[in-house]
């Protein structure tokens, strides 16, 4: 019997929420696997759109179930997955309910799809709408306090599309070739969707890979060592390489170290791509030491990564507080480490993309090197430094322009 059109990723995308849910894997491993029996590019893209929004929705999305079911159904069940991935089609992705039905239903095969046909009946019926910005988890909720109803507005929408030039003087030649909007000089905004590799500048061919895809608060924290002019940088925890790029096009002659082979060796296809030179080192950070002291370091250390949630909301659900405490103390001992590898008056950036204040300003107020504080002029309109001179974005800021991730950033100078 034939399937109706679509089903292939309507199953990947039933894959990858199951991935997330029950293994606890990141929506990004577990892409791959979930969809590799589909071939089209637009149905890989659907299958991630649809878990994406599963997931950025879910507290509404149980709501909304459970006040059509007179019993409610386990958390875990497979077919409150398949309505929730039923209601985000209809709700978020603006799939007719016929569609939804005919795609939705045969997930079900040999289950309750009297039901689930029954409660998404019932709930087209009364014309369901979803709130202007997600629920939060209530334990995600607790934890950002009152910075969750921002966040939360932040997330309604999934983030555009941003990238950075190799060549900030180029930011007006590929604003026009792109169609694109600039928050800041070396930075582009289009629309998300976009096929990466089919737009200009990404190949030699028609630009010399002019640049890389990198979140605008991604961008800011190489932006604060400024020129290199020749000095050595430590780019630490540096795959997949957007900082490293980034350095090595401000002048920087760059080291760039991080554990992971696969990593690294996507680190080495940007740089291939985009002719820019870099030496790279696969070593564990904690048992590495320099040959030399360095003019600069920036460490983006590893994180819980929950200020991508825009992207990646899965981590609304994977997080907790076991791993931002196993993250907060890998992030001490890094930067217990590198501070001691610096030259007199030499550099050092912190960043994460976190939202966690155990990561983040916790970790700052320990580093006993001389704050250098962040200016205004070294930002692009709508976002300010911290009293204490640091960087703490989120993703409910700068909402006209479609927002960014969440980070938190500071710099030091050795004495």
Excluded at 102 to 124: C, E, I, K, N
Excluded at 155 to 166: F, G, I, N, V
Excluded at 368 to 389: D, F, N, W
Aim: one cysteine or more.
């Amino acid at each position: 019997m034939a399937q109706p059109p679509g089903i292939h990723a309507r199953k990947a995308a039933l894959r990858l929420l199951d991935a997330i849910m029950r293994r606890g894997e990141t929506l990004d491993t577990a892409f791959g696997a979930a969809t590799k029996d589909v071939r089209k590019f637009e149905d890989k893209a659907l299958a991630r759109a649809i878990a994406s929004e599963v997931l950025r929705w879910m507290v509404d999305l149980d709501a909304a179930i459970d006040s059509a079911t007179k019993s409610n159904l386990p958390s875990d069940a497979k077919a409150r997955m398949v309505l929730r991935m039923m209601l985000a089609q209809w709700l978020r992705l603006e799939t007719p309910p016929h569609a939804v039905l005919a795609t939705g239903l045969p997930l079900l095969a040999g289950g309750p799809r009297r039901l689930a046909h029954g409660v998404f009946s019932t709930l087209t019926k009364q014309e369901l709408a979803l709130p202007e910005a997600p629920t939060l988890p209530a334990d995600v909720a607790e934890r950002w306090g009152e910075r969750a109803g921002p966040i939360a507005s932040g997330l309604a929408e999934p983030p555009p599309l941003d990238l950075t030039l190799k060549d900030a003087d180029e930011t007006e030649i590929f604003k026009a070739k792109l169609a694109a909007d600039s928050l800041m000089t070396g930075h582009l905004r289009l629309p998300r969707g976009e096929n990466v590799e089919k737009l200009a500048g990404f190949g030699t061919k028609d630009g010399g890979g002019a640049w890389w895809v990198q979140d605008l608060a991604a961008s800011l924290p190489a932006r604060l060592l400024g020129e290199g002019e020749g000095r050595h940088v430590l780019d630490l925890c540096a795959a997949p390489g957007g900082k490293t790029l980034q350095l090595a096009a401000q002048g920087w002659k760059v080291t760039a170290l991080d554990i992971s082979k696969r990593r690294l060796d996507l680190l080495k296809q940007n740089l291939k791509r985009t002719g820019l030179k870099a030496g790279t080192v696969r070593a564990d950070a904690l048992a590495w030491e320099p040959k030399h002291l360095l003019d600069a370091i920036l460490l983006d250390a590893p994180c819980t990564a929950t200020g991508t949630c825009r992207r990646h909301p899965d981590v609304l659900h994977r997080i907790g507080q076991r791993q931002i405490e196993e993250m907060a103390e890998l992030q001490s001992a890094l930067l217990e480490r590198a501070q001691g590898w610096l030259k007199p008056g030499g550099t050092l950036v912190y960043a994460v993309c976190s939202l966690e204040d155990e990561e983040g300003e916790a970790q700052a107020e320990r580093v006993g090197l001389q704050p250098l504080p962040i200016t205004q002029a070294e930002l692009p309109e709508g976002l300010s430094p911290t009293p204490a001179g640091w960087l703490r974005t989120d993703p409910g800021m700068l909402p006209d322009h479609g927002g960014l991730d969440g980070f938190f950033m500071a710099r030091w100078r050795a004495g």
